[in-house]
């Protein structure tokens, strides 16, 4: 019964890591609550993403050279010019 025991809790720890882990790739973690006011040289920016639905704000995170995040509304002009070039 022992040994019952401590497989069955074993396979919980495992499947709740593997649910946590999933959960990492399927949404964002990090919310942003408010925009950037000026905009960024496009030469500091490394990479982008698409603030998902499940946060409240419509935004497109910047990615830094230095891994800081910087929170964009995707209706302002330096966002939109950020994407021509």
Not at 15 to 30: H, I, T
Not at 38 to 47: A, E, I, Y
Not at 50 to 66: G, P
């Amino acid at each position: 019964m022992a040994k019952f025991a401590v497989r069955v809790s074993v396979l919980l720890v495992l499947l709740l890591v593997a649910l946590d882990e999933s959960s990492e790739y399927g949404s964002n973690k990090y919310c942003c609550t408010r925009y950037q006011q000026n905009p960024v040289s496009v030469k500091r920016l490394k990479s982008y993403t698409v603030q998902d639905d499940n946060c409240k704000l419509r935004a497109i995170i910047f990615k830094t050279e230095k891994n800081r995040h910087i929170c964009a509304n995707p209706e302002d002009e330096w966002v939109k010019i950020t994407f021509l070039l």
